[in-house]
Structure formats: C-alpha cells, structure tokens
C-alpha cells in the first residue's frame, strides 16, 4: 500500500485519511493510547497558569522537572488526606 503525506494527515490508496497530531502520530492512536495508560497508571491532567514575574522557560521546563513532579504528587497526598479527614 502507497501511502500520501498532507499537512496533518495522511492518505492512502484505499481512501481513507488518517488525521495526525502534531507529533505526527495518527490521532486515533494517541487517543487510545492515553485511555490505556490511564487505566495501567491512573493520572490527571492539569493545566497551571504561569504565574507573574516568573521566567517563561524555567516555567515550561517545570513540566519534565522530575522533583516538582515529585513534590506535586506529594502534595496531592496531602491535599486528599485532608480532604478525607474533613469530611469524617
């Protein structure tokens, strides 16, 4: 099978167009792959705005920083036992 580049998707020569993420990885696949490792390892997803006065790339580079990783699940720890313990 021949398969056609286009942008963001792909085309092939059956006629099916297959949409891509930006990491050029069928959409699809990446939806599913996001649903799998939620079930295997359960985890949310947070959006935190940047904080004023605060360095763009330090900021950004917070989301790979495997110690404020590690200090957000244990607060997370802390912020649920809380929560549990006010509603006894």
Known sequence: ??????????YNLVG???????SGIPKKFEEIRTEI?????????????MPEGVDKEEFLKLE?????????GDFTKRWLK?????RI
Do not use: C, Y
């Open 82 to 86: 809380k929560r549990k313990s006010e």
């Open 64 to 72: 790979e920083d495997e110690e404020f990783l590690q200090a957000l």
């Open 16 to 22: 099916r167009d297959i949409n891509l993420s930006e």
């Open 1 to 10: 099978m021949h398969t056609f580049t286009f942008g963001n998707s792909i």
């Open 37 to 49: 490792e939620k079930a295997v390892i359960p985890h949310i997803t947070v959006k935190i705005s």
